[in-house]
């Protein structure tokens, strides 16, 4: 699991941990923004007041931009 190497003048512990023992930094990020989406497409659903739907569209759409799957390819077996 640990492997310690010579990197120049320092000495480097690398390991790499499973998904299954922690969730690594980027498929946290893409979940939750995943996430905020589907929760803000919901919101706008149940919004009936014209503008404030304009607004939830608005979000979902920059939540969009920011996460779509096809951006991220090295994370599709997470899903």
Same mark, same amino acid.
């Given at each position: 699991?640990? $492997?310690?190497? &010579? &990197?120049? #003048? $320092?000495?480097? &512990?690398?390991?790499? +941990?499973?998904?299954? *023992? /922690?969730?690594?930094?980027? @498929?946290?990020? *893409?979940?939750? !923004? &995943?996430?905020? /989406? %589907? #929760?803000? %497409?919901?919101? !706008?659903?149940? $919004? ?6 304009? +607004? !939830? ?5 920059? !939540?969009? +931009?920011?996460?779509?799957?096809? /951006?991220? @390819? ?6």
């Amino acid at each position: 699991m640990f $492997e310690m190497r &010579l &990197l120049g #003048q $320092e000495l480097t &512990l690398d390991c790499f +941990v499973k998904q299954h *023992l /922690r969730k690594g930094i980027l @498929p946290t990020i *893409l979940a939750d !923004l &995943l996430a905020a /989406r %589907k #929760q803000a %497409k919901a919101d !706008l659903k149940r $919004e009936t007041d014209p503008f404030k739907k304009a +607004v !939830l569209d608005g979000r979902q759409l920059a !939540l969009k +931009v920011h996460s779509p799957p096809s /951006r991220w @390819p090295a994370f599709w077996f997470i899903y």
